[in-house]
Every structure is written in structure tokens, then in C-alpha cells.
């Protein structure tokens, strides 16, 4: 007698383990941004803003952050671009 149990079990591990994946690695890179805005040079008002901006803005905070809210000598190493 042939059952498919085994293959929906493994089906099922692969859904959840997807979706923890899909779940976690934002949120640990929301955690890593936030160590990163919490040791820059900034005011405390300005990291402030730009914590609220990550996290209120889930999917597109994070890249306004790295592409506007970086001191522009880090980015670049000091040089600039025109």
C-alpha cells in the first residue's frame, strides 16, 4: 500500500521553514540597521527620525536610510562623485 505522508510532511516543513525565513530575515536586518543608526554620528533627534522612518516604513525604510541617511564619506570614502 503506497501513502503519500512522507512527501506532504516534507512539504509542510519546507512551507514553514520558508515562511520563517521570510519572516526572520527582515526582522534581523531591521535589528542590524537599528545597532547601525544607534552608533552613527548623529543627534539623538536625528536617529530618532531616521529609527521610526526603518521601522514604520517596513519595506522601503531601510533603503531610504542606506541611500539618503548615510554620511555621504562613508558611502563613497570621502570622494565625490562629480
Not at 519595506?59 to 555621504?72: D, H, K, S
Request: positive net charge; aromatic residues 10%; proline residues 4%.
Amino acid at each position: 500500500m503506497y501513502t503519500q505522508q512522507p512527501t506532504a510532511h516534507r512539504n509542510l516543513l519546507t512551507t514553514i521553514a520558508l515562511i520563517l525565513i521570510c519572516v526572520l530575515l527582515p526582522i534581523v536586518g531591521h535589528v542590524v540597521l537599528t545597532a547601525y543608526i544607534a552608533t552613527d554620528y548623529m543627534s539623538r533627534t536625528e536617529k530618532v527620525i531616521w529609527l521610526i522612518v526603518v521601522w514604520v516604513l517596513w519595506g522601503i525604510g531601510p533603503l531610504i536610510y542606506l541611500l539618503v541617511g548615510q554620511r555621504r564619506n562613508r558611502l563613497f570614502g570621502g570622494h565625490a562623485l562629480v
